[in-house]
């Protein structure tokens, strides 16, 4: 996986000229492996993802202590974690070929099964010097959409934790260790998803 970078100098004051240098960040559309055969599943809709307020905004956060955290404005990503997380989960379901079609916000059609999303951790955790981890916890409901009422019955729910060594303490390689933190969970999370049984027509469960 490739992360994108892109640096930008912003030139701010009035009186004076300060330079500011801001690097941005794109996290990489996870690698899936070879598609299934055929699709399991119908259509799917993927709901925006649920980020934990402490790590929604764009700028890079650090965890230095039980209760402190740092925040890097001069390292964000281009997107918020929310934008991000959401379109590559779309792409890779999309590659992974495990549905018959991703639905995009803008379609009027109604879902076959929805993914619902909840990242509770996100930051890169430098509470021992020594060994500098990036942090990622994500949690994925799949629900069935019926056609009749609001009835949502759950198929699949599970919660998935990388900490991924950071081999340097610069923003290139905690971007990266994102990057990978983000995709073996994505792997793991498609390959429980192949495992799934999809309702039989006319099951409410």
């Known amino acids: 996986m490739a992360v994108a970078a892109l640096t930008v100098t912003l030139l701010t004051g009035c009186v004076g000229q300060q330079e500011f240098d801001i690097t941005y960040y794109n996290l990489s559309a996870p690698a899936t492996g070879k598609p299934a055969p055929a699709p399991k599943f119908g259509s799917i809709f993927v709901h925006d993802f649920y980020v934990n307020p402490s790590y929604e905004d764009k700028n890079f956060n ?17 997107l918020s974690p929310r934008m991000q ?17 991703i639905l995009m916000p803008e379609s009027s059609r109604v879902s076959d ?13 430098f509470r021992n010097p020594q060994n500098p981890r990036a942090v990622l ?11 009749k009422g609001l009835e949502h019955p ?24 994102w990057d990978l933190a983000f995709g073996n969970i994505t792997r793991q999370f498609l390959r429980d998803l192949a495992r799934v049984t999809p309702p039989a027509a006319g099951e409410t469960q």
């Open 62 to 78: 650090y965890r230095t202590g039980d209760l402190t955290y740092e925040t890097d404005f001069y390292n964000q990503f281009k």
């Open 113 to 125: 099964y929805s993914i619902a999303a909840d990242v509770s951790q996100f930051y890169a955790d």
């Open 85 to 101: 997380f959401t379109a590559l989960t779309r792409e890779a379901l999309k590659r992974s070929g495990l549905f018959q079609t």
């Open 137 to 147: 916890t994500v949690s994925y409901n799949l629900t069935r959409n019926l056609r």
């Open 154 to 177: 759950l198929l699949f729910a599970k919660t998935y934790s990388e900490s991924v060594p950071i081999a340097k303490k610069t923003a290139d390689e905690v971007a990266r260790a």
